[in-house]
């Protein structure tokens, strides 16, 4: 498949194509004029990138799931790891949810007389709200149960 049928399929630009082969995370066998040519597995290669993308994964830690051989060998504990900071940021962002619902359905006359918005304001005061502590708890690890 040349890479305009590849885009096509894949619902990805060139651009990007052009850029995860840049990476390494795609090979092409070569070139019809000057167009790319890819093997149909490419595919598969392609949206097994789009779930790490979505999953959250850098396309550096994408790449290092996959052997010398382009064959997937994906670390099972860097995917729990990455389900663990999931859950933090599920946790930060449903509590961040709440106030935000709360505050625009509280009955208080101004929201800075309403206790659960003054939590959330203490909350953003203090950086435990901000979007680099959000990032901060994703590296860090979570306990074991």
């Keep these: 498949m040349d890479i305009a049928e590849v885009a096509k399929r894949s619902g990805m630009p060139a651009s990007a194509l052009r850029y995860y082969e840049e990476k390494g ?10 167009r790319r ?3 149909a597995s ?12 979505v999953a959250g994964f850098t396309l550096d830690e994408i790449a290092q799931m996959f052997g010398a051989d382009g064959q997937p060998q994906i670390d099972r504990q860097l995917l729990a790891a990455k ?6 940021m599920i946790l930060k962002l449903s509590a961040m949810r709440d106030g935000l619902q709360h505050a625009a359905e509280c009955p208080a006359p101004s929201h800075l007389e ?3 918005f003054r939590r ?5 005061a203090s950086g435990a ?3 680099r502590s959000m990032h901060t708890a994703r590296k860090r690890p979570r306990p074991k149960a």
């Design 25 to 34: 995370l795609i090979r092409s066998n070569g070139r019809q004029g000057l």
């Design 37 to 39: 040519v890819f093997d």
């Design 42 to 53: 490419v595919l598969e290669r392609l949206a097994l990138i789009a779930l790490g993308r």
């Design 83 to 88: 389900a663990r900071e999931l859950d933090a």
């Design 114 to 116: 309403c206790p659960t």
């Design 120 to 124: 959330l304001l203490a909350g953003a």
């Design 129 to 131: 709200l901000s979007e």
